[in-house]
Each structure stands twice: as structure tokens, then as C-alpha cells.
């Protein structure tokens, strides 16, 4: 049974970086049959996948054109588990964030206030 | 505004049949599979049906999936006071090169 388990922090100042971590269980990072996203929740803009990473013999990733120029989605094989970045952050990036296995489980979430 | 369109609101009595719609397009629906993710009050989504009407392991059969052309439907039998949620669909779009989702359906079970 695959679980995701998220990490980072619950406060950003804007203009800064946001990052968070989704550590895997019951599966691999690395897995040529799964992809791995980031979805962001907000009453304004409603569920917004943000993009993913995926293995197939090398590591590809996708990224949503609203964030493309700001977002880095990392895998980390040696502790199997992923990593999202959103950098220039302002206000309108407060959401929940979550990971995801694609078609699969999804993480606990993590409220993300962008302010100073 | 949503790539994948779903009615804001459905409801029924316990142990009703109800279903919902999920509306989208040739770049979407059209060539993709359909994922629905269910949403407790509260809580992180929850894989209900992919693949147009696949269902997890522990997802009871009372929750059914299907698609036609570029539209799919979910279907709750025998509904169920838990059943209260927010219903999601999704897709992937290959004109965006990225998942879609619908703006969700309120369940409430009268």
C-alpha cells in the first residue's frame, strides 16, 4: 500500500522560495510505472496540478505552464522521495499543497501562507 | 474557471442512486482515461476510480465510473451518509501536456 508523507514549512515571505518533500512508501521514486505530481488546493483556482517527475530509463519532468518558469520538481533516490520548489512566490501561491502518485494515493497536505 | 466542467451541487436520500457528470473535451476526455478522487470534509482527496471505472483495492462496488466520447459519469448506488463529500474528476490534457480537474461536485446526503 503506497503511502506519501509531506514535509516543509507552513509560512513562506513572498519573493522567496517554497519547498516541500513527499517522502514514498510501499513504492519507488524510481518506479517505470508511476509518475509523481504536485497538486496545489485554493477556494480561488481549485484543485491546480502544478507538475510531475517520472523514471523511464532517465528522468523526465512536466510542468504546468501557469508555474513553468518558477517550478523545479526533484527526485531523490536514495531516500525515495521527491521534492517541489516554487520560487518569486507571492500571495496568490497560499494554498494546500499535496503530493500525489499518479491515478494512485495522494499525501496528507500541507498549508502553505505566503506573507510577511 | 475549470478545463473539466462538473455541476456544483448533487444530493439524495440514504440508499438512493446518484450520479454525476464530468464534461470536457477531444484534448482531454476524448483521449484520456478518467480519474474521480473523492473529498471528505477536511481531509486530502482520495483516489475513487481511475482509468474510466477501475476501482482501488478497499473502494466498495457502489461507486461505479464510466465514459462516453468526451463526457464521464459517476455513479453512487445505495448512498450512504459517509458518502457526503466533494467528488472530483480528472484527466489528462495533451493540448496543456498536464492533468486537468474538474471544478468538483458537492454530494449531500439528505
Known amino acids: 500500500q503506497v503511502q506519501l508523507r509531506q514535509s516543509g514549512p507552513g509560512l513562506v515571505k513572498p519573493s522567496q522560495t517554497l519547498s516541500l518533500t513527499c517522502a514514498i512508501s510501499g513504492d519507488s521514486v524510481s518506479s517505470k510505472s508511476a509518475a509523481w505530481s504536485w497538486i496545489r488546493q485554493s477556494p480561488s483556482r481549485g484543485l491546480e496540478w502544478l507538475g510531475r517527475?517520472?523514471?523511464?530509463?532517465?528522468?523526465?519532468?512536466d510542468y504546468a505552464v501557469s508555474v513553468k518558469s518558477r517550478i523545479s520538481i526533484n527526485p531523490d533516490t536514495s531516500k525515495n522521495q521527491f521534492s517541489l520548489h516554487l520560487n518569486s512566490v507571492t500571495p496568490e501561491d497560499t494554498a494546500v499543497y499535496y503530493c500525489?502518485?499518479?491515478?494512485?494515493?495522494w499525501g496528507q497536505g500541507t498549508l502553505v501562507t505566503v506573507s510577511s | 474557471q475549470s478545463v473539466l466542467t462538473q455541476p456544483p451541487s448533487a444530493s439524495g436520500t440514504p440508499g438512493q442512486r446518484v450520479t454525476m457528470s464530468c464534461s470536457g473535451s477531444?484534448?482531454?476526455?476524448?483521449?484520456?482515461?478518467v480519474n474521480w478522487h473523492q473529498q471528505l470534509p477536511g481531509t486530502a482527496p482520495k483516489l475513487l476510480i481511475y482509468d474510466n471505472n477501475q476501482r482501488p483495492s478497499g473502494v466498495p462496488d457502489r461507486f461505479s465510473g464510466s465514459k462516453s466520447g468526451t463526457s464521464a459519469s459517476l455513479a453512487i448506488s445505495g448512498l450512504q451518509s459517509e458518502d457526503e463529500a466533494d467528488y472530483y474528476c480528472a484527466a489528462w490534457d495533451d493540448s496543456l501536456s498536464g492533468w486537468v480537474f474538474g471544478g468538483g461536485t458537492k454530494l449531500t446526503v439528505l
Open positions: 477531444s484534448s482531454t476526455i476524448g483521449r484520456n482515461t
Open positions: 517527475t517520472y523514471y523511464r530509463s532517465k528522468w523526465f519532468n
Open positions: 500525489a502518485r499518479d491515478s494512485g494515493a
